[in-house]
């Protein structure tokens, strides 16, 4: 990046809103486009991207918002992708070998020309075979014009019901941003603030509703290009949407793969309690430095009922009312 384009950035940045997240300024948000993101470096980074992300016509980005099941979405797709490539046997599948997030890079952790967490270089991503699964936290208003406008390049979005995806969050957050607190001057969060945070919409990515609800009208708009998935309907029936999403990026089970049971064994293999179990995914960190079992928990569909009071569920569906009224986007809770 250029000296006046980083200076541009710079004080673009400083502008900003900020507020601070688990009772602290020491971990500072930062709201760029009515969106809450993590601190000045990811920001900056959001810029860069923008500006020299160049999408190829058949790269596939998986977009979500944070714990709505990216995660499991990177190795349902990645098998889709490789099987119908004839890349390897199931049984060689780097799914069991890498973890998820390292399968799929996120287009906000390359490094761009300054870096966030520097896993990859933007000049390391053209290696990456075609077709490319990038992933991406990123609200569509700030996707790179070239992923907006290419007319072959699909995104796939996966979204949760707002009460499970809260509270994994919560989980999430409590256990990860303080065990990356160096200077350990967080505190944890209750549940309570937590959903205080969440309702107003500052937590990372945030706000939700509207993250899921652009997305959403996107899909409806055009749903050739994004596909709008739902956790729920994926743990309630994987194989119909496992066919939707192979149909969606051009590479169809066969009548011959489906009676091979193709697809039974993949929805298998990337089934949280296999991913659990795999020894690259219970032992170390991440490039964060995230332990990498923090991404499997419990993957279920209800769990926040033991978590929510009266009077919370009342305020979330008021919220989820207001926010999705005349979309016709519903979400099942149980
Ligand atoms: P819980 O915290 O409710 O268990 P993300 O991948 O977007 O970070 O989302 C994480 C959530 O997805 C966690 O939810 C996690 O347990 C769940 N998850 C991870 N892998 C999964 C899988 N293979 N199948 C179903 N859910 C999964």
């Known amino acids: 990046m250029l000296a006046h384009e980083e200076k541009q950035v710079e004080e673009l940045i400083h502008q900003l809103p900020k507020s601070g997240i688990l009772g602290s300024q020491y971990r500072s948000i930062i709201q760029y486009q009515n969106f809450w993101f993590p ?28 714990k709505t ?25 780097p799914i069991l070998s890498q973890h998820p997030h390292h399968l799929v890079n996120r287009l906000e952790d390359v490094n761009f020309g300054g870096g966030f967490y520097n896993q990859l270089s933007s000049s390391q991503l053209d290696d990456i075979p075609s077709p490319r699964i990038l992933g991406t936290h990123f609200p569509y208003v700030l996707l790179p014009e070239s992923i907006k406008t290419s007319n072959y390049c699909r995104i796939l979005y996966i979204c949760r019901n707002p009460f499970d995806t809260l509270v994994s969050q919560w989980h999430f957050y409590n256990k990860v941003l303080i065990d990356l607190d160096g200077e350990q001057t967080l505190k944890p969060y209750t549940f309570e603030q937590f959903f205080e945070d969440w309702f107003e919409g500052r937590i990372l990515f945030g706000p939700f509703f509207e993250h899921v609800t652009d997305y959403w009208v996107q899909s409806l708009a055009n749903p050739k290009k994004v596909l709008f998935l739902k956790y729920e309907d994926l743990k309630e029936n994987p194989t119909v949407h496992l066919k939707r999403m192979a149909d969606f990026v051009g590479m169809p089970f066969s009548i011959e793969e489906e009676s091979r049971g193709v697809i039974r064994e993949i929805i298998e293999m990337c089934s949280i309690n296999n991913m659990k179990e795999l ?45 999705l009224q005349g979309t016709g986007l519903t979400f099942k809770l149980v």
């Not at 690259?280 to 964060?288: A, D, E, I, S």
């Open 39 to 66: 601190g000045y470096l990811l920001i900056e980074n959001i810029l860069k991207c923008q500006k020299h992300f160049k999408a190829k016509d058949n790269d596939l980005i998986i977009a979500s918002h944070p």
């Open 69 to 93: 099941g990216t995660t499991w979405l990177n190795t349902l797709l990645f098998a889709i992708v490789n099987r119908a490539n004839g890349n390897h046997p199931m049984s060689e599948s």
């Open 279 to 323: 020894d690259v995914n219970k032992n170390g960190l991440n490039y964060y430095g995230v332990e990498k079992k923090a991404y499997f928990r419990k993957g279920e569909v209800g769990g926040w009922i033991n978590y929510f009071t009266p009077p919370m569920i009342e305020r979330m569906n008021k919220l989820m009312q207001q926010k």
